[in-house]
């Protein structure tokens, strides 16, 4: 695996000193787009009646892709391009024979909603594969993002810049300005840019392209048509400011006689951003102070895994511009895994989190919810030629929580001063045949509070390398992969704890080849991973081998759910693109996967099978259905031997009707069965309603019920459990019943202000019978308490192996339980100029948690309308200064 990604990257490196590729007879027969100087200024009002609008030349040669690849378009589309010295604009005329029929729908920016809309996707470096896109709808509502890998886009970009559209007896017609600030390109004394355009006319499913990709293709920023005409214009030297300032009141639930808390905070904070560019080519984004207000709120979940649960990024600091930090997945159009989860190299959310140490018994306390932030930056642009490079680094302060016994206050470290760094660069060559790319990432801790240390590691540190190269000239078959080394450092005990974590368990006892090192002070680990892709024609095949070596481990700066496997995959399939009497689209996919562990047991393997079918009234629908045979877990105990997995099988269905309709259903089903007993169900239907061009209304309700035949409870000591290694390992039949629901409401009062809210109420109950411990290694035989010799108390919930035997009885507790939650939010956002907002928000959150697993609904939901409620008000207003 290693000689063959080394073999790939040094291709790819001898690519870049090879001659430079015949690109302009690849590209010849595009057609190239021109801009032209402005002699007079434009306003950005929707209104085309500025002459340059009469007399630039425009580009009209727009193409079907959608519904009849290749036809007519419909309806005639006209653009044409100027500039000045600070940003160039945009005049599209989308005229329309029904200009009652145009669909105009106001949202807040870049939430989708179906509407006439026009698409401008520019390549300003002209690497054919990095770019931007700016859209507009018919009523106004602006999107931007970024898009990357050729085939990839990416919508947490926001950039600053204007468009307005109008709708008239002609169809309807939008302007736009985009300061060249907001683009990274090389200063030249005249550009060659890479452009497109796209319309589309959602009444009859319509997509017009200037260039498009061909269903049975892969491709897109590749086939950009060339932009000529910019000259004399300067990428850089400009500053941007983007000062803050926001209040907040917090009114929590308090428990009686807390010194910390009497139920209300009022806090106000200070900061700003600022962003310029270094040279042509490089923008440096800095930050005193940051704000990560939280507007939006994580979802509320469930988890009796012994993973941890990942959440999406929402800060803006971390999410614009963070593509380039994809590391591994480049190059290929699509990455498949089965019981394969990639690494996720870069994790945000690790910095300015929770406090990790370890909390002391007390009373009262009051711990922050996560580590300030001092300050961060980033770096991005280009470098040395066409290398794409991006660095960021922060600084968390060192967090003190306070606690309080019987009136006796303290104060204890539980995060220390901590560093955090990542540093990327990837290039194409050869018109982007081959590539490759590097990226380092660092946390680093400066620790004054003793015992923490043991807690956490000193240092982590992971480097890699990753690119891709295609196999042939049509860009069918590409090999893509990557390959890391990873390295963290602490005390003994923090390693110690570190080997044993849910991560590497490597201290099983029936493993040949694991072992936990009490005397390591460091880890280092490897892990790598090959595709094999096709990229285009109607068989689809997609391929895949990688492991990463116990002592893997990225978690420190990114998020990684295991270590300790050699996974495998081959999938096929075919897809039919031409319009039937009832189909425009459908797949068959298959697959064959497996997956072991370095012991060689096999852990995981078996067959995938999945249908897709778009109907041509734009309603589609999907299958999947999965076989896993039996096998062995090296997880199920938690660290502890070998146990044998039954075989199980899963089915699942998903169907949705026409989004563009003002009601749009959709229907997830999903049913598992295993060879124990075991078995899962689940369903979310959902309804959006869209009663006004400038309202959405959504609900999707969740409901699952299931049975796990052996859900670990929990491993308790014993040296005469000989047959277990000394701990008996103890497992139950756990019930679960969960329902819940994703209410949102999104309501645009105009392209700048709109109002959103968000609500999920959340019931679970889980109900454990049938205690047992497993009776002997690689089985899954069980001595259930209280039969052959053993007995179980069930008010107590006490268990003994051998009855009046020298067996000490186990405290399992009560593991019942019930979880009530009502999570929600509202947020005012209105954008009062480009890049200067104002927020007002409000946040509350209800819990209770029990121990009755009995699953009662209405009951529930009485008791959590009686929940006391956590209410945060914030209200932040930036400002943006610059161009």
Not at 220 to 245: A, D
Request: with cysteine.
């Amino acid at each position: 695996m290693l000689n063959a990604l080394s073999i790939l990257m040094l291709a790819a490196a001898s690519a870049g000193a090879a001659p430079s590729s015949p690109s302009d007879s690849l590209f010849a027969h595009l057609p190239a787009i021109h801009a032209v100087r402005l002699t007079s200024p434009i306003t950005i009002d929707g209104v085309l009646d500025e002459p340059v609008w009469q007399q630039a030349e425009p580009v009209t040669n727009f193409t079907q892709r959608d519904p009849n690849q290749g036809a007519t378009p419909s309806q005639k589309t006209e653009v044409r391009i100027a500039y000045d010295d600070k940003a160039f604009y945009i005049g599209a005329r989308m005229w329309d024979a029904s200009p009652d029929s145009i669909i105009a729908r106001l949202a807040r920016r870049d939430v989708w909603v179906s509407s006439d809309r026009f698409a401008i996707f520019v390549d300003p470096f002209h690497d054919r594969r990095n770019g931007y896109y700016f859209e507009i709808n018919a009523a106004g509502t602006l999107y931007d993002g970024t898009l990357y890998n050729c085939d990839w886009d990416e919508s947490s970009w926001d950039g600053v810049w204007q468009g307005r559209s109008k709708i008239d007896k002609q169809g309807w017609s939008a302007e736009v300005r985009i300061p060249f600030s907001q683009l990274r390109f090389r200063k030249e004394e005249r550009y060659l840019w890479g452009i497109n355009f796209r319309r589309e006319i959602p009444r009859g499913n319509e997509a017009d392209w200037v260039v498009f990709v061909p269903k049975n293709e892969s491709g897109f920023v590749s086939r950009f048509p060339s932009l000529t005409g910019i000259e004399k214009v300067t990428p850089g030297h400009y500053l941007e400011l983007l000062p803050y300032v926001t209040t907040r009141a917090e009114y929590l639930v308090t428990s009686a006689g807390d010194p910390f808390n009497d139920g209300s905070r009022y806090k106000g904070e200070v900061g700003g951003d600022i962003r310029t560019g270094l040279g042509s080519s490089l923008t440096l984004n800095g930050t005193v102070n940051p704000d990560f207000g939280q507007v939006e709120v994580d979802p509320a979940v469930v988890n009796l895994t012994d993973a941890e649960t990942f959440f999406q990024e929402k800060r803006p600091f971390f999410v614009e511009g963070n593509t380039i930090y994809n590391f591994g997945n480049q190059g290929a159009s699509n990455y498949w895994g089965f019981n394969w989860q990639d690494p996720k190299f870069f994790y945000t959310r690790r910095i300015g989190r929770a406090p990790q140490g370890s909390q002391p018994d007390a009373n009262f306390s009051d711990v922050p919810s996560g580590a300030r932030i001092l300050g961060a930056g980033k770096l991005t642009g280009t470098m040395l030629g066409k290398w794409s490079m991006g660095t960021l680094f922060a600084a968390t302060e060192k967090v003190t929580a306070k606690f309080d016994t019987s009136g006796a206050p303290w104060s204890q470290e539980l995060e220390p001063l901590t560093y955090y760094g990542v540093a990327r660069i990837l290039r194409g060559f050869h018109d982007d045949r081959q590539g490759i790319g590097f990226m380092t990432t660092l946390a680093t801790r400066d620790f004054d509070e003793t015992t923490l240390p043991d807690q956490l590691s000193k240092t982590s540190f992971m480097t890699g390398m990753d690119g891709w190269t295609f196999l042939d000239h049509h860009k069918t078959w590409v090999i893509s992969g990557w390959s890391a080394l990873s390295r963290v450092e602490g005390t003994e005990a923090r390693l110690i704890s570190l080997q044993q974590n849910s991560n590497h368990y490597m201290q099983r006892p029936d493993s040949k080849y694991l072992n936990v090192d009490s005397s390591a002070t460091g880890l280092s680990g490897f892990g790598t991973r090959l595709w094999l892709n096709k990229q285009s024609g109607r068989v689809i095949q997609n391929s895949a081998l990688g492991f990463m070596s116990p002592r893997f481990d990225v978690n420190d700066l990114g998020f990684q759910g295991f270590s300790g496997v050699i996974n495998g995959h081959s999938g096929w399939g075919y897809k039919w693109t031409e319009n039937g009497k009832y189909k425009k689209y459908s797949e068959v996919l298959g697959s064959v996967f497996a997956t072991s562990n370095f012991d060689g047991n096999i852990v995981s393997d078996g067959i995938w099978f999945s249908t897709f079918q778009q109907f041509m009234n734009n309603w589609d629908w999907n299958h999947s259905f999965s076989y896993d045979p039996r096998a062995v877990s090296d997880r199920q105990t938690r660290g502890g031997p070998l146990m044998t997995r039954p075989s199980s099988f899963h089915w699942s269905s998903y169907g949705e009707t026409d989004s563009k309709q003002k009601l749009f259903y959709f229907l997830n089903l999903y049913y598992d069965q295993d060879h124990a007993g075991g078995w899962d169900w689940g369903t979310s239907p959902g309804i959006e309603w869209k009663p006004i061009s400038s309202l959405l209304a959504r609900i999707g309700p969740n409901f699952s019920h299931g049975i796990t035949a052996s859900q670990y409870v929990g491993q308790y000591g014993d040296p005469l459990a000989t047959a277990t290694f000394g701990k008996r390992y103890v497992f139950g039949r756990l019930e679960q019943t969960q329902v819940s629901a994703d209410i949102t409401l999104n309501w645009s009062f105009t392209p700048g202000l709109s109002l959103q809210m968000y609500a999920q109420p959340l019931v679970a109950n889980g109900k454990y019978t049938r205690y047992r411990e497993l009776a002997r290694p690689n089985s899954y035989d069980f001595l259930e308490y209280g039969e052959d010799g053993s007995t179980f108390d069930p008010n107590g919930v006490i268990a003994d192996p051998d009855g009046p035997g020298p067996a000490p009885p186990i405290d399992i507790g009560i593991q019942d339980f019930s979880i009530l939650s009502l999570r929600g939010n509202a947020v005012l956002r209105w954008e009062f100029r480009p890049g200067s907002a104002l927020f007002l928000v409000w946040t509350q959150n209800r819990k209770q948690d029990g121990s009755d697993g009995d699953f009662h609904y209405g009951q529930s939901m009485q008791q959590l309308a009686s929940v006391k409620a956590d209410n945060i008000f914030l209200t932040k207003i930036t400002y943006y200064f610059g161009h």
